[in-house]
């Protein structure tokens, strides 16, 4: 079992960054898969990343703008997000798999507006 909890979100401009942090309650090294959906506005929630022993896949929409990262004690997902765009706008959520089970964080705002 862990517990995730999601920081970094924010209002920013189009074209500017952000970086999203996913703090997990336990190491994640040990963890099948990590990474980040997403959820715009009045729609389904989507794919964005995930990482699986040292691989990483992404979205074609978000493809050479993010990147997701651990630190160095391997407890936190980060998702940096670069060049950002209105359509980028959305509840950002970070999940873990762990024994075929999904464990989810709240969510975290990310409004990208001029």
């Known amino acids: 079992q862990v517990q995730l909890v999601e920081s970094g979100g924010g209002l920013v401009q189009p074209g500017e960054s952000l970086r999203l942090a996913c703090a997990a309650s336990?190491?994640?090294?040990?963890?099948?898969?990590v990474g980040w959906y997403r959820q715009p506005p009045g729609k389904e929630r989507e794919f964005v990343v995930s990482n699986s022993r040292g691989r990483s896949s992404y979205a074609d929409s978000v493809k050479g703008r993010f990147t997701i990262s651990r630190d160095n004690a391997e407890t936190t997902v980060n998702l940096q997000m670069s060049s950002l765009k209105p359509e980028d706008t959305a509840v950002y959520y970070c999940?873990?798999?762990?024994?075929?089970?999904?464990?989810w964080g709240q969510g975290t705002q990310v409004t990208v507006s001029s």
């Open positions: 999940y873990a798999i762990i024994n075929s089970r999904s464990y």
């Open positions: 336990r190491s994640i090294s040990s963890m099948y898969q």
